[in-house]
């Protein structure tokens, strides 16, 4: 264990601590792609929702989104529901706003520590580098100039390790934080979509 830190010199509590956050980036990465998989499914089955509504056929409209996985399924199911129980109006308007801020929300869950990674790691690869090229110089320093030259390039590579590798913690945390959050604001407008679009064939008739 001693011999791996050597290997890093300085900069060997830093990569540890990259490592974690690195395997912190990847479980929240695999959790939140399991969880925002199906976001954008069901367009389909809500489509033919809305066409069995608009022609009277509500029971059957409630039974071909009954399993849809997606947030918009969920906010359209509880939309037909309430207008089924009579619910209309800024009550419902109200109501369907607050459904669909949750699900947003709870997509958003963890989106921020992956930007907070990919935002921290480069730093703290940054000050890897910035103390092990302090300590390259100190110990140029003391041997007055007679250093050999492989041991300087050797602390020097050592200290470029940690801003390398808080680059490549960074660069996967920041490439999955921005196409979660683009899934996310489509999933947003298909509840929208869904939502309203139920409401004017609702008001229509």
């Keep these: 264990m001693s011999g791996t830190w050597e290997i890093f010199g300085t900069g060997g509590p830093v990569i540890a601590l990259l490592a974690l956050m690195s395997l912190l980036s990847l479980t929240v990465i695999a959790v939140k792609l399991i969880q925002l998989w199906p976001v954008r499914s069901g367009r389909s089955a809500r ?7 608009k022609s009277g056929d509500r029971k059957q409209a409630q039974d071909s989104i009954a399993g849809g996985k997606s947030p918009a399924d969920r906010v359209m199911r509880y939309a037909m529901q309430a207008l089924q129980e009579g619910l209309r109006g800024p009550l419902l308007q109200d109501e369907l706003t607050r459904r669909g801020n949750e699900e947003v929300s ?4 963890l989106i921020r520590l992956l930007e907070l990674i990919a935002m921290v790691s480069p730093l703290l690869g940054l000050l890897g580098t910035v103390l092990g090229m302090i300590q390259s110089f100190q110990e140029l320093e003391l041997a007055q ?8 390039a ?8 940690t801003t390398a590798a808080g680059l490549l913690v ?11 959050a683009a899934r996310i604001d489509a999933a947003a407008q298909a509840i929208e979509s869904a ?8 008001g229509s008739r």
Aim: aromatic letters at 6%.
């Design 106 to 109: 709870r997509m958003n869950a």
């Design 195 to 202: 939502a309203g679009r139920l409401l004017l064939i609702d």
């Design 47 to 53: 489509e033919q929702a809305l066409a069995l509504w």
């Design 154 to 161: 050797g602390g020097i590579w050592q200290a470029l390790l």
């Design 145 to 152: 100039g007679a250093a050999n030259a492989s041991v300087l």
């Design 170 to 180: 960074a660069i996967p945390a920041a490439v999955a934080a921005g196409l979660f």
